[in-house]
T-cell receptor, first 113, second 114 residues
Framework: AQSVSQHNHHVILSEAASLELGCNYS??????LFWYVQYPGQHLQLLLK??????LVKGIKGFEAEFIKSKFSFNLRKPSVQWSDTAEYFC???????????FGKGTMLLVSP | DTEVTQTPKHLVMGMTNKKSLKCEQH?????MYWYKQKAKKPPELMFV???????INESVPSRFSPECPNSSLLNLHLHALQPEDSALYLC?????????????FGSGTRLTVV
């Protein structure tokens, strides 16, 4: 079974700082990768996803992620964060033959104005 | 707003009550899911319905009983719950099949068991 590891449980940044959240997965086969965001008191929203093709994926709200197969990683990045990016971020993975998501434990991002 | 609608948004129930959570989607998705999310934790899979048939039950206690009346609806029937069952219950749907094109999550039902 696959597993997902998110390196940081809490990240605190000032506005305009650059963001990188780490995500590693353990599965040797073909995977589909996702980043979800959950704003305080709100539902999970899909930020971006990777299935195949260009390993650099662009998502909503200026986020992007890079799939590095050799490192089993799918790190999330944003060049300049805003206060409104304060939220919990979840990395998730599913293999191509299994239709359920496995979530990482999440990273709480706090952006101070 | 999401395209997956969950009702009610909040529910408080006693340990002897029977209640149901409802989930509806009209995107033509053929796979639907129930997840449970405790505070500051990731969602945990409970049940998967694929083409209206229960395909995965992640060893969930029998006090939780899912039902999929049709391809657009998913219910979760609750009976004799415990206080530790208090959580956010999320419904999700996807296009289904072996390759997942991303899930769409509902806003959740915040359940408190007293």
């Amino acid at each position: 079974a696959q597993s997902v590891s998110q390196h940081n449980h809490h990240v605190i940044l000032s506005e305009a700082a650059s963001l990188e959240l780490g995500c590693n997965y353990s599965y040797g086969g073909t995977v589909n990768l996702f980043w979800y965001v959950q704003y305080p008191g709100q539902h999970l929203q899909l930020l971006l996803k990777y299935f195949s093709g260009d390993p650099l994926v662009k998502g909503i709200k200026g986020f992007e992620a890079e799939f590095i197969k050799s490192k089993f990683s799918f790190n999330l990045r944003k060049p300049s964060v805003q206060w409104s990016d304060t939220a919990e971020y979840f990395c998730a993975v599913t293999d191509s033959g299994y239709s359920t998501l496995t979530f990482g434990k999440g990273t709480m991002l706090l952006v101070s104005p | 707003d999401t395209e997956v609608t969950q009702t009610p948004k909040h529910l408080v129930m006693g340990m002897t009550n029977k209640k149901s959570l409802k989930c509806e989607q009209h995107m033509g998705h053929r796979a639907m899911y129930w997840y449970k999310q405790k505070a500051k934790k990731p969602p945990e899979l409970m049940f998967v319905y694929s083409y209206e048939k229960l395909s995965i039950n992640e060893s969930v206690p029998s006090r939780f009983s899912p039902e999929c009346p049709n391809s657009s609806l998913l219910n979760l029937h609750l009976h004799a719950l415990q206080p530790e069952d208090s959580a956010l219950y999320l419904c999700a749907s996807s296009e289904g099949g072996g390759l997942v094109y991303g899930y769409t999550f509902g806003s959740g039902t915040r359940l408190t068991v007293v």
